[in-house]
């Protein structure tokens, strides 16, 4: 085995290069080269990569730690080098672990309570880690992800202001002329959710498709699978992997064609899904050259995402300023078009046009504008959980130092002892440290066995797909690690330096009164628990307040009993036919043929101005939905003024309804009978003037986050969904009835309904999230507290025996023993609330600016926290402070 | 020198040393010993008696060509030694005359549940 020619990982240099298999971990074998002897490394080394090619050609899972196991498991006497073997360290080492045990082994009450408390804290760690750090990870996959970045707008035109996540149609062709500093750029056409038909009459629902320019490919490194991503001719697509399993099973689909919108699209190329975490997931990628709109000058409408690969070591932020330069040149022409404003004119009244850049890594958590593709993370919920996770692990922490310097008296003589024999402070230190670094290994043991287990709880809980946080994309692993010994050593260090410091002569004599001493600083401590447990607390009342009053607050339309058939499109000319038997069915109390719900994204904005206006500034940019005349009696929506749309009256063609903030927008006195039309010379709908005949009570269609926005209602087929209002308990009769129907009318198209007061949910999924985890935590922080607390309470009652005994002997009751012990634990509660309460209701106020319809923090907002803490606590010390108590005094008096 | 018994897991791998000839190496050893007995074992445990059987001079070893699959690292091939074989001989032998020592244990024992009844 005496080769020379050795290369680091024990193979002979001229064998290096025949290495085949999948890479192997490369901590183990650096682990097993540098601690085991040399001779066994090369057969070691080889058996390992053997056993993990093996499992590689398995597809077994768990392969990482597979591997680590059986490399650890040759950490055996006889591999180990020699300096391992036989070293002072190590048997220093050895002493102390065996102290470390016997020591755990002997208060089993007070070890489980350390050992717990810590491990639920470092599992929420964990969980809080794995959530953040795949929050974090969005966008990074892409190879270019540093120097790709998306244009967005952000536009003010009289008294409209909009933040689009979208762009003009020109604007990508025109920047990259304009400016050398960008590579390359293209655009997306985002288009929702599609049915497309294979050739077969499969038709299937793809979630988010978009007609695309070729050059995406270029800027966004999709994986090819098959074909060529080459989407250059009109006709031609490529499609996600799954999105061609569903349509063709396992057959290869390039060079297959199907049908998407009346027409028939030739796969060119199939690439791997699209990561989760990734702030777009488009199953299919059309050509732009189908979409008409794609080669228009119109730098007015706003409906293209353009992405722009810059130039390596372009600072974006001077390409941004440079921007300004080149808007008169665009956008003058666009406002002659419209009005007969000058450009310098415009500018003054102040209006303006201003394009900026997003890196494309901080899209998924910094952007929140108006036509996001997907709705994003947000860092404020990064910052609050990273908060909240941390503070849990606090208290965790604080239990460890609590118990362990309550207990020292029970130490005390072994360190009196040791010092006498010649050890010094160092070692003494190094000794409590691993006491405390072996806690926190067990707990973290416990922690990932939680981590494991809890998994499919909280990838439901927080909509994520995490199958492995260990040695998955996450590698969570040597963050685990590190943190474990850094809890460790933080719970250990007080007590170390505490314990260590005892003077032996005072510890043997018995003249030091232990676990008295630092009582102030343990009181520090557990008001620190409670502050922070306080404050969890107070937050998960605040959040749920605050989503009970979006729950429950009158919408202006009612959510609930609507039942809401999706793809009704597809039906064509039968759609008709379809909701007329509907209506006749006795569970529908109406229905109404609409794409436009205040439930669903469906949205699009146009601007509109008063008929005789000749001002340029009058116009209103308002939400155009629309819809037939049993829209509003179906939504239970309230006519302020003016009548419904009339199905008999060939007039109401052009009529259309206005909510009251399009009123107030306006400044109409008197709204009925006014005329609008669009701006400039376009048309809405075919529809060049429009007439108001009523007024609709606002109503709230977006985030509560939100004002409620102008929007009209126009009387034009819509033909995106049915909605329809049924009779309440009738819920199974009306879907058994409508599958019935609807494969009647047409088995092929997908039969999909929803719940609108579930769609309505679904708006504040991020906010019930949140609302969620602040449970947990608050539940958690409280629970490892009044652990704690429960510890300490025993200890210190413990010590007080004696002194109880004589009280009672002397006459006390018990109620007074108890009061007596509890009056101790209610002071420190009162101060902690008078600490946290402030800073949890100026945290939480914050939190609540969020929203421009919300709750207002109340008195008993305050006093739930308040009375649970304060119960918790006493219920806690209670328990102990009644068995000290209800003792005979002669049992803790007769020893002595 | 360490004692020259043979534990029960060393005899086991001695025998599949035995058994298996030409291409006896750790992992090979150690799917063996699983695919025969069905427990399982660390290809480090397996490893390790190896090494003590070596020790013991019961098994002698050589390494021979490296594989792609491993990475281009060589295999050490085990083969059994006189003494080795002399070892699983004597245990056999040593079984072998206790259960002969056994006075009919299965049909004296039905004779003396039937009797018992």
Redesign the interface.
Known sequence: ?GSDSRVW????ES???????PT?PRWADRLILWLCQER?A??????????Y??LDQRNSKFKTLKYW??S?????L??LKTPFKRSNTRTMLNMNLKIAVRSLKRDKFYSFINIFGLALGIATCLFIGMFIKDELSYDQHWKNADRIYRAVGHLRFADNEWEMATTPAPMSAAFKEDFPEIEESARFRSMGSAIVENNDQLMIKIDQHAFADQEVFTIFSFNTLKGTLDISEPNTVVISQSMAEKLFGNTDAVGKSFEYSETQYQITGVYEDIPANSHFHYEMLCSMENWSNSTNKEWGSNNFRTYFLLQDGTDYEKLEAKFTTVYEKYFSPMLAAVSDVSWDQFLESGSFVDFSLQPLESIHLHSDLSYEIEQNGSFQYIILFGASGLFVLIIACINFMNISTARSSTRAKEVGMRKVLGSLKRYLINQFMLESVLNAVIAAAIATVLLYTLLPFFNNLTDKSIDNPYFGNLMLFPWMLAGTLIVGLLAGIYPAIYLSSFKPIKVLKGELRLGVRSGWMRNTLVTIQFCVSVILIFGAVVINSQLDFIQNKSLGFNKDQVLILNNTYMMGDKIESLIEELREHPTVVNATMTGFLPTSNNRSDSPMVPKESTANDDFVSLQIWRADEHYIPTMNMNLAEGRNFDKNLATDSNAVILNQAAVDKFGFDNPIGQKLKPMGTYKIMGLDEFKVIGVLDNFHFDSFKENIDPMVLLNVRSTGSIAMRFEAGKTDELITYLNKTWVEFNPNIPFEYTFMDQQFAAKYNSEQKLSNLFNIFSGLAIFIACLGLFGLAAFTTDQRKKELGIRKVLGASMSQLMIKQLSGYTKLLIVSMLLALPIGIYLMSKWLENFVYRTEISVLMIAVPIVAVVLLAWITVSIISFRAARQNPVNNLKYE | MKGSQLGEFEEIILLLVAVMQEDAYGLAIQEHFQEQTGRTAAIGAVHSALNRLEDKGFVESKLAEATAERGGRRKRLFSMTLAGKKALQTSKDLRNNLWDQIPEFGMEGLKATLKWI
């Open positions: 085995m990982d024990g193979r002979t064998n290096a290069e025949m290495d085949i298999g192997t066994y090369e057969e070691i080394l080889g058996d390992l990569e053997e056993y090619f093996k196991y059986q650890l498991q040759f950490m055996r006889y591999a």
